[in-house]
């Protein structure tokens, strides 16, 4: 559940001062993480709420077009939310500028969901801290699609998104916390953990010392205090805008794993890393036979997706199964 949005782009590396063009892309976090999911074979519904025009039409074919079902997607409002996306490369970082206040998402009501229909046969709900971002309407329906879910005993996972342009770390804190009573599976970063939650790990990421140690005594704090399951964070070192590092950590309460480490250079496009790691995780939590196996299925999604312009990831099982094997080399499948 969340808020599906058109991207605009100037091509390849064009600033948005230099471009006389920009390239439609529809995406959104959970969006996203909808997308991944049916890439691997799950029946994947996404919920949200798009205006009846067709340029809310345009976001839900472009569900559809990957297998995902849009039955549930309340049509109304007179907007969808758009974010203009500037691709940086080497230390030129890139930029994204908001335009969705008064989305239809933004704007959408409880009475617009039909929660006991949409959570019928499901077995996972996710949603990240974007939706209750967008305004406070938006985060009452949430917080009614997780009462829903827990009652259903629907397995939930955030994936915690702080986003600076959209509410502040104060406001964040307050809407946040009170939601992880509904959540099995908690993902983010450091900085997420930090502005969402009031987690700072003892880590220092901008001079690229990501070492699991400094995550583990927050990932046990929080364990203790919301009940997770699960508590999952990337780790991500940022060399340029073309070239990171790309790692996780897993705590299930009992036992570390921290993942293998990617080495992704270049990066052709960074958008949605972070929602394909999460379809990834889902996945293999549903899958794989342990945390560990789960957890580098997810990474190995996610560095792929930095190789794939656009905001889904457009990779199947085979090919993710076949980078966390170690194949990394590549060579042209002939």
Not at 198 to 222: C, L, S
């Amino acid at each position: 559940m969340g808020e599906i949005m058109l991207r605009l782009s100037p091509e390849g590396n064009y600033r948005f001062v230099q471009t006389d063009r920009f390239c439609v892309i529809p995406g959104g976090g959970e969006a996203n993480v909808a997308v991944s999911l049916a890439n691997f074979g799950h029946d994947s519904r996404f919920v949200s709420r798009l205006p009846r025009h067709e340029i809310g039409q345009i976001a839900v074919d472009a569900l559809r077009r990957y297998g995902v079902d849009t039955r549930h997607i309340a049509r109304g409002g007179e907007r969808i939310g758009l974010y203009y996306a500037e691709t940086g490369a080497s230390m030129r970082p890139s930029k994204v500028i908001y335009d969705r206040a008064h989305s239809a998402m933004a704007e959408a009501e409880p009475e617009d969901f039909d929660f006991d229909d949409i959570f019928d046969g499901a077995d996972w709900f996710h949603w990240s801290g974007i939706t209750p971002a967008i305004s406070d309407k938006s985060a009452e329906c949430l917080r009614q699609a997780l009462v829903c879910a827990k009652k259903r005993g629907v397995t939930v996972s955030c994936d915690l998104n702080f986003r600076k342009k959209l509410w502040t770390s104060a406001k964040a804190i307050s809407v946040m916390r009170p939601l992880m009573e509904y959540v099995d599976v908690c993902i983010g970063n450091e900085e997420d953990a930090e502005l969402c939650l009031g987690f700072k790990p003892d880590a220092d990421v901008e001079g690229g010392k990501t070492d699991a140690a400094g995550y583990e005594n927050i990932f046990r704090q929080m364990m203790a205090e919301f009940g997770f399951r699960y508590v999952v964070s990337t780790l991500r070192e940022s060399f340029s805008a073309t070239h990171n590092g790309w790692k996780a950590l897993i705590y299930d309460g009992k036992e570390f794993y921290q993942s293998k480490r990617y080495d992704i250079d270049p990066i052709i496009d960074r958008v949605g890393g972070g929602d394909s790691f999460s379809g990834g995780l889902i996945h293999g939590l549903l899958t794989k036979r342990d945390q560990g196996e789960a957890l580098e299925f997810a990474v190995a999604a996610s560095a792929l997706k930095h190789t794939v312009p656009g905001d889904f990831n457009h990779v199947s099982v085979e090919e993710v199964e076949s980078l966390a094997g170690g194949n990394a080399n590549g060579r042209v499948q002939r």
